[in-house]
């Protein structure tokens, strides 16, 4: 019973990164498409400013709890996507930099040099992040000793690839909306107009992706165990309807929300999907590491329960209060003091 709760807080941790993290991530790779003069990028960077920091601490606590929850998949996870994973840690160094520094330059040049780093930052990992999760669907080629018998090129497989491009139209759309609803005049249309012409491409990855999975996955056996998970994704297609309906609307704030009840249900899509195992082996099945093969002892997962309870409200509530106090009307230039 504590295996399954903790395999479910693992998934909600992750869904809720790619929900907060998603959008900036999304808005960071298309900023030089987006913003066209100075005075535009600094709106552009004002707008996820107060957030992208924050949104990360979600991307620790997830992996934090594969550690301590799930130590054996921790273990085996980490070293068999060691490369992956070193190019997303250096990605997130260097955007943070780009946040921090751009805003201390005078040279134009600089100021550009660091656009440019954003962009390709905040690009590669949303792509790492879809090639690394549409493997775990997959399952990654590791033995019982959890020795990996392949290399990077192997993870870049079509399966992969497809998961890598889901997740950059994914939060591309989503940093998009987040824009049109924090901005005004030209800034705002841009970014509407590029949501528009980008949410045509994510539902074509999006019916693609879920096609792909039943020939490459088995991610489906458990749906087809519980019809009643089949719930799930169809969520997930009618809040990628509503974003479109919403957006046509020009309601900003609700296609947002849309957006994120989308990446939420792929999310949760493939969580539903993996139960109970969180690190399937494509070699050999005895190798798969479930919620219950890998998980910390029942005392540990109990402890670790208590302080999730009490500190997880604590958190949610802070950012709550956060998005509350920073999201309210356009992130104009210059809005904040700090760097940006």
């Known amino acids: 019973m504590l295996e399954t709760i903790w395999f479910i807080i693992w998934g909600v941790l992750w869904t ?95 100021r550009g040099f660091w656009d440019l780093v954003l962009s390709a930052a905040s690009f590669l990992p949303a792509l790492l992040l879809g090639v690394a999760f549409a493997n775990i669907f997959q399952g990654v080629p590791f033995d019982t000793r959890g020795v990996f018998h392949g290399s990077l090129l ?18 591309m759309v989503h940093g998009c909306l987040w824009l049109a609803a924090r901005s005004t005049g030209a800034l705002r249309d841009r970014a509407a107009a590029l949501a528009g012409r980008l949410w045509w491409a994510l539902a074509a990855a999006a019916v693609a992706f879920f096609a792909a999975s039943w020939k490459a996955t088995s991610l489906y056996a458990n749906y087809l165990a519980a019809p009643a998970l089949f719930l799930i994704p169809a969520v997930a297609v009618a809040a990628l309807l509503a974003t479109r309906f919403f957006l046509g609307q020009g309601r900003w704030w609700r296609a947002w929300t849309a957006s994120a009840v989308t ?44 302080v999730a309870l009490v500190l997880v ?21 210059g809005g904040h003091e700090e760097g940006y």
């Open 154 to 171: 192997t993870l870049l497989n079509p399966y992969g690839l497809l998961g890598g491009v889901l997740f950059v139209l994914l939060f």
């Open 263 to 306: 990446i939420a249900g792929a999310a949760f899509f493939g969580v539903a999907g993996l139960y109970p195992a969180l690190y399937p082996s494509s070699l050999d099945p005895a190798a798969t590491l479930t919620a219950f093969n890998s998980s910390s002892s029942p005392l540990t997962l109990k402890i670790m329960l208590g």
């Open 313 to 333: 409200p604590v958190v949610i509530a802070y950012q709550a209060w956060t998005y509350r106090t920073f999201a309210a009307g356009p992130a104009e230039a």
């Open 16 to 110: 809720v990164y790619f929900v907060l993290d998603g959008f900036d991530l999304g808005l960071g790779a298309l900023m030089p498409a987006l913003a066209k003069t100075e005075e535009e990028k600094r709106t552009v960077y004002n707008s996820m400013g107060p957030f992208w920091d924050g949104n990360e601490v979600w991307l620790i606590t997830a992996g934090g709890v594969t550690f301590a929850a799930f130590p054996g998949t921790y273990a085996v996870m980490f070293s068999t996507l060691y490369a992956p994973l070193l190019w997303l840690l250096f990605a997130l160094i260097f955007r943070g930099i780009a946040m921090e520094y751009r805003g201390h330059m005078e040279s134009e040049r600089w």
